[in-house]
């Protein structure tokens, strides 16, 4: 039995991918419960989960000691621990993707954030991942930084599917689009079938809150505090906007009419990092047809819990979201500012865990070696 409201959610047209992965997930038959029971149908993870999970428990004891058994590198040690947790899940999702016709059933793996601004290594990273998983439901993730995003284009013209992180501005959302159609365009020179070429493209929501309201926080008029988080749904809204202009366009028309499918936005931190608001309203209040919504346990289990979902609250209130941005930038709320920050801070801070995940495998292998 599914959950009444996750079930509309889905009703109204959102894809529920869970924001996580461990080994013990995929051993107990978890993921399987979350896709019978709470209507999951992909999921994501990064380095901070991977971290995370590796940390805890015994899940991975037996494969980390074949590994320092046979002497590898703590990077081939990490490639191979990590694309066998995303390999198992895919295989697990495979039922969702047959039945989906591979809109979803999919599993998302990040490049090696510490390329995030160096295309030719991204390219070569998102190529080895594919090969190493080798699962047609499977998603790469890279980052959407300036570097990143000729590397989207170049994976998506090899036929790579893409799961494009790290998105903060409308403005460089705007050149994921176009990165995307130019990665189409080229694979349908190349004579592959686009139907086949799947993408995301990862929006995120809190930190945009987080950031904004601590300089909200700085200018402590009545006026800033009214904007405190509004800004991330707004932010988000509008993003949806550019989504629906960009597929309105002559240029999707003819990728489309050759059998290619949206690249679907995808709300990314939505677990509310404020307790003072609701914890469901980055899912809720985000709701229209066609996007991917992939939540924490915590976030999802609380939309099950109490989510009031109310139909369609991205597409009435683009009015409003303007008048929010608007409204912050009259507070001196400098836009540019906040997603630079966000976007630097976003790649440090995977790189940061990636390094901690690089440190807790280095151990394990001494440990059992």
């Not at 202009?245 to 009419?257: I, M, N, P, S, V």
Request: net charge negative.
């Amino acid at each position: 039995m599914s959950n009444e409201n996750l079930r509309r959610l889905v009703e109204e047209g959102v894809s529920i991918w869970l924001d996580d992965i461990s080994r013990e997930r995929l051993r107990t038959g978890n993921l399987e419960q979350l896709i019978k029971e709470k209507d999951v149908v992909g999921v994501t993870s990064n380095p901070t989960i991977f971290a995370k999970a590796l940390s805890k428990g015994a899940a991975y004891d037996d494969q980390v000691r074949d590994l320092a058994v046979r002497g590898v590198s703590v990077e081939e040690a990490v490639r191979a621990i990590t694309t066998y947790d995303i390999r198992w899940a895919c295989d697990v999702l495979r039922p969702v993707y047959e039945r989906t016709d591979g809109l979803d059933g999919r599993v998302s793996i990040e490049v090696d954030p510490r390329l995030a601004r160096d295309t030719e290594k991204t390219i070569a990273e998102a190529r080895a991942l594919w090969w190493m998983v080798d699962r047609p439901n499977l998603f790469i993730k890279i980052p959407a930084t300036l570097e990143g995003l000729p590397a989207i284009t170049q994976a998506l013209s090899e036929g790579i599917s893409v799961n494009v992180t790290l998105i903060f501005s409308l403005e460089r959302y705007g050149q994921v689009i176009d990165a995307f159609y130019e990665g189409l365009e080229k694979a349908r020179e190349a004579g592959r079938d686009l139907s086949k070429i799947a993408s995301v493209a990862s929006f995120f929501v809190s930190r945009v809150d987080t950031e904004i309201d601590k300089r909200l926080d700085k200018i402590g008029s009545a006026e800033a505090k009214a904007l405190k988080g509004k800004a991330g749904v707004a932010n988000a809204r509008l993003a949806y906007a550019l989504f629906e202009e960009k597929t309105g366009t002559d240029r999707w028309k003819a990728l489309q009419a050759a059998g290619a499918r949206p690249q679907r936005p995808l709300w990314a931190s939505t677990g509310v990092k404020d307790p003072s608001l609701p914890d469901t309203m980055y899912v809720v209040e985000l709701v229209a047809p066609g996007v991917v919504n992939t939540m924490p346990e915590a976030t999802l289990n609380a939309v099950a819990d109490h989510g009031e979902v109310r139909g369609d609250t991205i597409r009435p209130y683009y009015d409003e979201a303007r008048q929010t941005m608007a409204a912050l930038k009259e507070l001196s709320i400098d836009y540019d500012d906040v997603v630079r920050v966000l976007e630097d801070e976003g790649v440090e801070k995977f790189e940061t865990s990636w390094n901690e995940l690089l440190g807790t495998v280095q151990k394990e292998l001494e440990d059992k070696a």
